[in-house]
């Protein structure tokens, strides 16, 4: 049982939040309708150069022609006609083509390594919108890592914690690399100057050599390169996920037990120490996942029940951690199916994650205590099982298309684990008329891509994290923090921010049902704010081209598990961005009700010469990789080899086939088990690889469809390029 002070703090924490879930809808509406955009989002204080006084006039008649044209696909005008159609029972098929769009000298499609300018676009893809998710979720969290470490409102910070906890520690009668020099090491990797007498220094000292050497685990990634205090947390933080019981690779022995003992009793025996533990471990639990061990809290707890030896419980050789890191879905499949951590060559683990979403045996469905991260996962199953969402009888996916839903899949889990890095584990370490009249041409409308239930669980997730910081720090508290970019603190506070965030996917759902014409139930608590959430989309959509957060570079390395026997670590890699053309049609067409022609007479569709056509729209998907490595790349680092090579194939071949700089070894990249490597000889054509490979030159084009590559580009392929195959 917790002690009484812990249970006020906790009823306080309870109080506030349900406060915050019934405040004000004025304030809430405000809050809501206020984008971030009219910020400084980049943190430099730019601001858009004030135009003419009739520059700006003619800015706000565009803007004003934009949000009228913003409408469902209910009204169309086309030629002469100004149709009025009833599309609750009209079916669109989605396709995607093969090409991309653009090729370089090689014929291969060159990866992009942020969106190009999307004005007139006209459709919102979900592409986009993962990319201003990704840069929001580094912002907010880096800002809250630096709240909780310097510690805000009701959190004591983590710095605070450490400093208090090793000042009630007996001065050091030895010099032994035990739980508490690590907890002395992790204060220092922190940023803290600690006095420490020589022989403590020298064992400190060597343990953080160790720990910095395995880049693995000490190595900065993602928004942990921001700033030096971003970069210290990530390194206190990784050290303090380790095993307290071990040296090394060595248990820390009888010694090092006794040293726990103090430290859990040191903990147990200062209230406010105790209380800040376990809102750290909670917080981490829900901005993440919960962690793969309960830290020191069963030893704190028997205490609570009077027990002698805090460490006497059924399996006294367990491994404890201060800090301990976060489970996820792809390190719990892992872990089930190499109970050793003996994974065999060839293994992808996107691949299994995604066979096992799909055959049923793994479930994205967040539980009672699932983290954000979880729900983050949970918002893409959509993406992997469209025909069982909501939307799906307004929809006919064509293969291609669920391909590259696939695609979007791996990115998106890639872009959000490469968020998560430092708390998650790392194992294994148109109309017509009459003849004498124009034919009416109607065709499917989107504003964004239809993938409403993406959207609404992304929504959720936002709405999730908003209570759980206002829990955790105090709603005055979470209006005084910012998001975090590489330049600074964005301008708009946190909690607002949160709230446009959670309104903009929810605004993106509601469009999305809007253009497939379906009432899709909406969650307790977010109907009322439909039409508000709506306007603040297409507000968005509108303007971009203007959103900083699109122009942003989000390619990265992000480790999901250490493969100790080969002595490499499997990483996940976000390459960057590719053209598709998405093709609209209609599976099973509107009823058109009646237009009107130039003259405003009304016309019946006996009287018109109807032509159902279809649409495209250029978006973009991301490209994702699965390497092993013996170095993890920072973003910098990875970036660069990327701008070298710019086509996925010579990023492999580098990646394979040479160093990445005199000092380290090169990436190993072990071919998927769905296809494999080959490299186009001189004379040699797509058709004679299909035959000499495929056992049939029939096969031509699905060499095309793995590559991203059109007819025209595939003639183009000089000797030397490297080309995925079918198995």
Known sequence: MRNSAGISVLGVALLLSLAACQQDQGTLRAARGSSPQTTDTTGSGARPKAGTAEASTKGRQQKEVERRAWHGPSIQKSGEYRAHLDCSEQVLGIDVSVGDGWSGESGEAELLPTFPAAKGSMIVSA??????????DDGLYAAVDLAAQQGLGLLMGKKTLLRRLLARLAPHAGASAGPR???????????????????EQKVVDRMEKRFLAMDVLSKPIGFYTWSEKLTWIFRQDRMLQQNLRSEGPKP?????????????????????????????????????????????RPYLEALDRDAADPLGLPDPKSPIAFYPAS??????????????????????????????????????????????????????EPLLLPERMPEAPALRLTPAYRTQLRELFKGNLALTRETHAKQLEVLGDTTMAMPTHQPLWLQPRLRVEPLATHYLRRAESYRYVHRILEKTFGRASLAKMHRQTPRGPVTMDLARELSWMESLFHGAWRTACEDL??????????????????????????AIDRDPDLGLDSRMMVPVFHDGKRG????????????????????????????????????????????WAGSSYWIYYPVMAEAYTKRILDRAEFRRLCDECRTRSKIFAKLRLSPLSKKTSHLDIPTPAAERIVELKKGQTIFRLAQQHLGSASRWREILQFNNLTEASARKLPPGTMLRLPR
């Open 327 to 380: 489970v996820s879905h792809e390190s719990n499949l892992l872990r089930n199916l190499f109970p050793t951590g003996e994974v065999p060559p060839g293994f992808q683990l996107m691949q299994a994650l995604i066979d096992g979403v799909v055959d049923g045996t793994l479930s994205l469905d967040p539980r009672k205590d699932s983290g954000w991260y979880d729900y983050q996962t949970w918002a893409l």
């Open 181 to 199: 020099a690590r907890l002395e090491a992790s204060a220092r990797l922190g940023g803290q100057r600690l006095a420490l007498v020589p022989a």
């Open 252 to 296: 820390a022995g009888a010694g090092g037990d006794r040293e726990l003992r103090t430290i859990i009793r040191a903990l147990h025996g200062d209230a406010d120490l105790r209380r800040s533990y376990d809102a750290q471990l909670d917080l981490a639990a829900h901005l993440t996942n919960p962690q793969r061990d309960a830290g020191l």
């Open 127 to 136: 592409s986009q919108l993962a990319q201003k998710a990704k840069i929001f």
């Open 517 to 542: 014409d379906r009432d899709l139930p909406s969650p307790d608590g977010l109907a009322s704010q439909r039409a508000a959430d709506a306007r603040i989309f297409r507000d968005w959509a509108l």
């Open 568 to 611: 490499m670590t499997k990483v996940w890699l976000f390459l960057g961005w590719t053209r598709k053309q998405l093709k609209v049609s209609y599976a099973h067409a509107p009823r058109l009700v009646h237009a009107f022609d130039a003259q405003g007479k009304k016309r019946t569709p006996a009287q018109l010469d109807i032509r």
